[in-house]
């Protein structure tokens, strides 16, 4: 069968177009390219393509344009058409000997629609599952023995909240629910400090340095309340919060880069990403607070103390703060909202009430009569007056 | 035949079809990690330059991702050779560690020429491709001279050094065999400069857009091709309502916007531009750079890449 269309040549020497037709040779799978003078309209053979050359195929409007290199990149010829079903059987038959995927690649995108849909699909449902993977694992790329380091180099950054005091009794008194709490055989190295503030917070760095600051100490009720911060905090730390939370900024940052980052033109381009970035990493920030509360009340649970007084506090904060609070949406605060967080823990509670009984029974009776006492503080890192309110961040891990 | 020539530039990109683009270089972009980003920005310049035409000519774009790419691996492992080396000489003397970023600084007008003969050789009008044939040597001396000048004038001279640039850019700029040329005045380039700032401030930035427009038409009325002066007519009204309203839309449509904002604005930015006369297309004959390649590209690519990993770490 032979096939032909009118086409346009620019041959990449001289810049005036040749009118010609565009022959496709079925028998032998040759394309040939005839050139019509303009004033005899006679037909003349000019060249057969060469199959060996790099071809790309790309629509434009109506046209398609079938651009081949000769050796190199520095010159290059283009066919222009307009007959969809040749460059088709171009694209099909003549063509057939080059990679698959290349010879589509090029084409069907700006072909179907319906394929671009599908495309999208397959495309969006594969980057999904392996960036959810990957924010979910890369952490565990990262060895154990940065942790400390990661977290020394973080601590630097609490002087904006206050000077660390000295309080041996309170750190002394507190360290001794560690043990409750951290998993056997933990590689992290925990130490307790207290942070002269007005402002009740506590941080977990990556390692396991623990910052309490003062003003939660003079507030809390009794130590079982410090108890479940504690509990909380050592989860940020067992877990690798601060880790995960590194590794997913700076593999998200560099595939940013990578996508948005190095354009030519793109400014607009770039800001749309930052956002995006932004909450997903929000969203991540508050899935790890949920884990850090699972992960306490499971230890809480298993040293035999109740989540209680943390429920408290938490009611307590919520009391405080809540116009501040109610005024952001829940999707873009760091920290799920308080009452989710104390019907987590009644609900553990009331389901495992039994091994927590039992576990309260065996408590060592020095913790049991501590948890009821309230905590002491020393002078150096006492706050006097009005106790200000914070910014509706209880415990931030910081890192 | 030549009466009919269209001499003012058409621009025939539509945001739709640019939105489809981008969401298929997000995509590629994001599953490859980011390597399909070379692939991307050419097919985004590729783009633009296919939908544009003059004088009844094609512009075409003609680089590949796979070269930008090799240019980026290539320019990778030089850039690592170079810290490796400078690390080194630093463990011996600190004060040589002054050597190789000083070389490099000396070396920077090389790397532009070579990023501006890679492009050239990759644009084309009529698959005639552009050809730029400025040496190295003559900019690195304008550079010192200019950056020297502009430096003890407070950036006053940085007017006169820019038209320089532009001439000794453009005047190495052939199309095939037909030239350019570029006869801009740094007395003129000032003046409309410092007028553009000072309303811009005065006005809270709603002059810039004519100021983009005026510096635009500026620099399109003193270029000349075959002894032609071009003529640019960019409005800035249209600049202006097109940034004015862009941000709103594209909040409004959660970004969907932005691709119709850019073709937009390119379409404005370049149907700005038009001949004064039909050009000669026969005295234009394909006279190709061969050795131009991606290398100088990729160590921009490179370096820019290093600079964000390190801001970011630091």
Redesign the interface.
Known sequence: MIHQTGAVHLDGVKPRPRPGKLVYDGANKELHFYEIDAETQAEKFAFSFDKNHAYEIRTRAREQLIEWRVQGNHTSALIVISDLKFTRLVRDKYLSHKNIFWRYATYVWSESFGRVIIALAVALTITGIGAHYFMENSYHLIPVTWDKSVGDQAEVGLKEFGAICASPETVRDLKKFLPYFKESGTPHQYDIQILKSSVENAFALPGGKITVFSATVQKAKNYEELAGILAHEVGHVERRHGMQQLSQYMALRLVLTLAFGMTDDGSILSFAADAGALLLLLKNSRDHERDADAFAAQKLGEAGISSRAIRQFFERINKDYKSEVSSVPDFVLTHPADEDRIKFFERYETKNKKQINAAAERLNPEIRELLEQKPVISAACKVSGDLKKNNGNEETDGD | VEAEVKLRVSF?GKGG?FF?????N??????T???Y?FW??VN??RYFF??TEIAG??I?W???GK?RFVGFLKASVLLAIIIGLNTLLIKISPYLGIILPLGIILLLPAVIVAMYRFRM??T??????FRFSGRAGNLTAMTLKGGFLTLITFGIYAAWFSAQLRTYLYRHTT??TSGFDYDGDGGDIFVIYLKGVLLTMITFGIFNSWFTAEIANYHTNHTLFQGQRLKGEVDGTDIFLLNFFGPVL?LLTL?LW?PW??VKLKAVMLQGVSLTAPPD??L???D???T?NALADGLA?AA??LD??AD?LT
């Open positions: 025939s079809e489809i683009l981008l969401i298929k997000f995509f590629l972009t994001l599953i990690l980011g390597v980003n991307a920005r985004v310049q296919m939908h000519g094609r075409g003609h680089a590949t070269e050789s990759r084309s009008f009529n698959q005639v491709r199309i095939g594209a970004g932005v904002w850019l297309i026969d234009m004959h394909a190709p750079d061969t131009a690519d820019g890449l964000n990993i970011f």
